[in-house]
């Protein structure tokens, strides 16, 4: 791909690390001028910094791109509706969104409190939601626009210790696929994503607790294989969602890592009983 993004604005949450630094860096790399969003926490969402988001940014210049940071909550309406308005204020459009903010709290279910599940829900799921909510208000006026989304093989199949994290990732990948039909008719597409990748989130889980995941199949999030997993390398299939020659792909789920993308089905019926005479 050789600046298939050139003339596009885009908005990347999560951006100052991992997989967020990546996809920012990816889509400056293709040509867009980027807002690298990123309130600077901790793993658990504790704390504030501007140096990530900052660093992202002193290296999409140093390579020729143009991005400014932006440090706004998202996990707020009013945080999704500002960040959404820097866009438009610093470079007059809007028309790519990637949400890749979140925050991992773990604990099995019984273990877990109010706070634990709130905070982690709000990040990931509402902090999505805000965030494409302002977009798609301006995407309906001008007809066009992309958004993708970060969900997780935790929210489709489950993962031990992560009741919270999964549930706002399984809500993430509906929202996305509500979001496709919702938009669909304006010109604009929106799709998710399922990363593998060592970022700080696979470094947090405890050896115990990853190795009895990489032992279950139905398990795959955070194994030891994934500590050897680029997170950069999840950018470039998000800067093809993002251009004009991925317009007819909407609605759709893929897995994506270490130079691999699966394309995820829906649920799909097994087996059906049905009442006689019914």
């Not at 066009?144 to 997780?152: D, E, N, W």
């Not at 999030?221 to 800067?239: C, H, K, R, S, Y």
């Amino acid at each position: 791909m050789a600046n298939y993004l050139d003339g596009k604005v885009a908005i990347v949450t999560g951006a100052g690390r991992g997989i967020g630094a990546g996809v920012a860096k990816a889509l400056a790399g293709e040509g867009a001028k980027v807002i690298v969003n990123d309130i600077g926490a901790a793993l658990d969402g504790e704390g504030l910094s501007n140096t990530p988001a900052e660093q992202v940014v002193d290296e999409i210049k140093s390579s020729g791109g143009e991005a400014v940071p932006n440090y706004t909550d998202i996990s707020t309406m009013e945080g999704g509706e500002s960040v959404v308005q820097s866009a438009v204020d610093t470079y007059g459009q809007l028309d790519i969104v990637v949400t890749v903010a979140g925050i991992l709290r773990d604990r099995m279910i019984f273990n877990m409190t109010e706070e634990e599940w709130d905070d982690v829900v709000r990040v990931h799921l509402k902090g999505t939601f805000t965030v494409c909510k302002h977009a798609a208000i301006l995407y309906r006026q001008q007809r066009s626009g992309r958004i993708v989304t970060f969900a997780s093989e935790s929210g489709l199949f489950g993962n031990t210790g992560q009741g919270n994290y999964a549930a706002a990732k399984s809500g993430i990948a509906g929202f996305t696929k509500v979001a496709a039909k919702d938009l669909g008719r304006y010109g604009v597409t929106a799709n998710s994503i399922c990363p593998r990748a060592n970022t700080r989130m696979t470094q947090s889980v405890p050896d115990a607790a990853r190795q009895l995941r990489a032992d279950r199949p139905q398990d795959r999030e955070e194994t030891p294989q994934d500590l050897a997993m680029n997170p950069d390398d999840i950018g470039p299939f998000v800067a093809y969602l993002s251009s004009d020659q991925a317009a007819s792909i909407n609605g759709q789920t893929f897995l994506v890592y270490d130079g691999v993308i699966t394309k995820l089905s829906l649920p799909r019926r097994i087996r059906t009983i049905f009442k006689q005479g019914r």
